[in-house]
């Protein structure tokens, strides 16, 4: 891994990808990453939140999981015992929360990891593959982008109501032709470069030029389409699960929300900010990690920091 | 020539559409449900089940159900789901317009001075949004401007005859929603197209001859940012459509959204099939309307 972060940048893709100092470039590469302010803000978040939400549970558990019904401790305000307050069903919302962010943060990496792959293969297919192959691609995932990802979320959602496996499968498959794309028009741009040339008339196999010489390169737009892939899952398993299909029971930062709703109507308005505003903080430390390793793996591209 | 490029493109939408539809209708044929009875209800005799299935032609082969809502649709059979689509139009329209617009004012914010506050607020602004699920965008402003401050409803235009009357006050929260959650995706674009167009020779020119900032802007760097502002719109219409379900449901507004999901969770497919291609409908349509305004804007481009 730490050999294919260190291979030429686009900006210099003259250099062959196994030059001698692919050990310096690592070090190099681990020193760039480390004054890069977005990388330290998204990881931290990115851990924080991992921590509240596989970790808290262990430690603070107050009747979190529970379905029972205490009427008499809906919508307590926030105090000592309850931190965050109660929610609709009377449980502690800070527990609710820890418990809530495991389904989302999981579901969304998942999808997000299959999605990225099969965006990868198909798009390095299509952008290495010839035109017959890159046409046939590209129509596929313009058919793809043409239908509104929830739909064909929500129509087997309610028919079939699958475990959360089966959601994760279908929404990446409605998630990937961003990445296909991306990775397409960069594999377009770099098969004709003469370090591919060299891989190819040194006789390198296929697999092994696709893998060592063009992936390398690759990596900061996969970084960046990555981010983007991770916000829209997780967006799309939110609203599914906010308008009643989505993600399976137990209660998740977009169910807390939709059932929560409720109580602001009556004045309890601290039970509904939670969920929110966690889901903010998920995207951002992801955007933000990714803006952070794009830029040390490649100085030289575009675009603007966002911290 | 555009009428043989129009005709073409219109003749590839239609198939899209059946294409969606044939997927559907398979869908649910495979699904393990006797929708027959589901909708003949609980207390249903055999006798009553077997009338609903052949009242709705469920007994018949797959192609021939196909068949028979082909026959439907020239007879008008797809009025219930169009009017569903009404309401989820006007909100889509409406808040393109407004996410425009914003997104463009945005945009000349972080052109006219780079690096300053404003540019820098405007970034911010664009990235905070980008973080926000639509339904979180949507609460946040109901709650402000509907709960705390009391200006304006809580909910879009229901089925409620007051709320129809008061239409436009009603329609604010959830197009000013929709557009924010726009904002998010074409502000990125709006902004590089006009930093490209800034760059090129005719903005140097009209810049040379003495033109005032605002009538640059308008005139020579806005018109020309605007063609890969227009793909990237008719594009996102399929994104938008995910956000408009949300925010149907948040709004508890009637739509293309509630009206999909409320006929799945009642078994009613043949509803359910004709939203869904009322969707494919309009987003496909959309993209089409995309591409030949793209066409018409910039004469360079050759029909194919």
């Keep these: 891994m730490t050999r294919g972060l260190s291979k030429a940048p686009a900006s210099s893709p003259e250099l062959p990808p196994d030059a001698p100092d692919a050990r310096r470039g690592a070090l190099r590469f681990l020193r760039r990453l480390g004054r890069q302010r977005a990388f330290w803000v998204g990881g931290g978040l990115l851990a924080f939140l991992l921590v509240f939400s596989f970790l808290g549970p262990l430690i603070f558990a107050y009747h979190a999981g529970e379905t029972e019904i205490r009427v008499a401790q809906q919508f307590l305000p926030p105090s000592l015992a309850h931190p965050l307050g109660t929610n609709v069903l009377g449980q502690d919302e800070l527990a609710q929360m820890m418990i809530g962010g495991q389904a989302p943060i999981l579901a969304g990496f998942e999808a997000t990891a299959i999605a990225a792959a099969i965006g990868i293969l198909l798009g390095m297919a299509a952008g290495y593959g010839g035109a017959a192959a890159d046409s046939l691609l590209m129509r596929a995932s313009d058919v793809v982008l043409s239908v509104p990802q929830v739909v064909p979320i929500l129509l087997l959602d309610a028919l079939l109501q699958p475990g959360t496996q089966v959601l994760v499968l279908v929404v990446a498959l409605t998630a990937w032709p961003p990445m296909a794309r991306a990775v397409r028009a960069r594999t377009l741009a770099l098969r004709s470069l003469p370090f591919?040339?060299?891989?190819?008339?040194?006789?390198?196999?296929?697999?092994?030029?696709?893998?060592?010489?063009?992936?390398?390169?690759?990596?900061?737009?996969?970084?960046?389409?990555?981010?983007?892939?991770?916000?829209?899952?997780?967006?799309?398993?939110?609203?599914?699960?906010?308008?009643?299909?989505?993600?399976?029971?137990?209660?998740?930062?977009?169910?807390?929300?939709?059932?929560?709703?409720?109580?602001?109507?009556?004045?309890?308005?601290?039970?509904?900010?939670?969920?929110g505003i966690a889901f903010s903080l998920l995207l951002l430390s992801?955007?933000?990690?990714?803006?952070?390793?794009?830029?040390?793996?490649?100085?030289?591209y575009g675009g603007q920091a966002a911290a | 020539m555009i009428a043989q490029y129009l005709a073409r493109r219109l003749l590839e939408a239609a198939l899209a559409v059946l294409v969606v539809a044939l997927l559907v209708f398979g869908l649910f044929h495979l699904m393990p449900y006797n929708v027959a009875a589901i909708l003949a209800g609980p207390r249903?005799?055999?006798?009553?089940?077997?009338?609903?299935?052949?009242?709705?032609?469920?007994?018949?082969?797959?192609?021939?159900?196909?068949?028979?809502?082909?026959?439907?649709?020239?007879?008008?059979?797809?009025?219930?789901?169009?009017?569903?689509?009404?309401?989820?139009?006007?909100?889509?329209?409406?808040?393109?317009?407004?996410?425009?617009?914003?997104?463009?004012?945005?945009?000349?914010?972080?052109?006219?001075?780079?690096?300053?506050?404003?540019?820098?607020?405007?970034?911010?602004?664009?990235?905070?949004?980008?973080?926000?699920?639509?339904?979180?965008?949507?609460?946040?402003?109901?709650?402000f401007f509907a709960i705390e401050l009391l200006w304006l409803p809580a909910t879009g235009p229901t089925l409620d005859p007051a709320s129809q009357r008061a239409w436009p006050l009603y329609m604010v929260l959830p197009v000013l929603t929709l557009a924010l959650t726009t904002i998010a995706t074409w502000s990125g674009g709006v902004r590089a197209a006009i930093e490209e167009s800034l760059r090129s020779d005719y903005v140097r020119t009209a810049r040379a001859k003495g033109a005032s900032e605002r009538r640059l802007f308008r005139r020579h760097i806005l018109r020309n940012a605007l063609l890969p502002v227009i793909t990237t719109a008719g594009m996102s219409l399929p994104g938008l459509f995910n956000n408009i379900?949300?925010?149907?449901?948040?709004?508890?507004?009637p739509g293309l959204g509630a009206g999909l999901i409320g006929a799945l969770i009642a078994f009613d497919f043949g509803t359910a099939v004709d939203l869904v291609v009322v969707i494919a409908v309009v987003t496909v349509l959309g993209s089409l309307v995309a591409d030949v305004c793209y066409v018409l804007a910039d004469p360079r481009i050759q029909y194919r």
Excluded: C, K
């Design chain 1, 196 to 275: 591919m040339e060299a891989a190819r008339a040194g006789g390198a196999p296929l697999g092994r030029t696709l893998r060592r010489h063009l992936l390398p390169n690759l990596l900061d737009d996969i970084l960046v389409t990555g981010a983007q892939v991770f916000a829209n899952v997780v967006l799309v398993m939110a609203i599914t699960t906010f308008v009643g299909l989505g993600l399976p029971p137990p209660w998740n930062w977009a169910s807390m929300f939709a059932g929560d709703m409720n109580g602001v109507l009556g004045g309890q308005w601290w039970v509904v900010f939670p969920p």
């Design chain 1, 286 to 300: 992801v955007s933000l990690l990714s803006e952070g390793l794009r830029h040390a793996l490649n100085p030289a």
């Design chain 2, 44 to 143: 249903a005799t055999a006798a009553q089940v077997a009338a609903t299935a052949a009242a709705l032609g469920l007994n018949l082969p797959l192609p021939l159900q196909f068949l028979r809502w082909l026959g439907d649709l020239a007879s008008g059979g797809m009025a219930l789901a169009v009017q569903m689509a009404m309401p989820t139009l006007e909100l889509l329209l409406l808040a393109s317009a407004v996410g425009l617009a914003l997104a463009l004012g945005l945009a000349e914010l972080q052109v006219r001075a780079p690096g300053s506050v404003w540019d820098r607020l405007a970034a911010t602004a664009a990235y905070v949004l980008y973080t926000l699920p639509s339904f979180w965008v949507g609460f946040i402003l109901i709650y």
């Design chain 2, 245 to 253: 379900i949300a925010i149907e449901y948040l709004f508890a507004m």
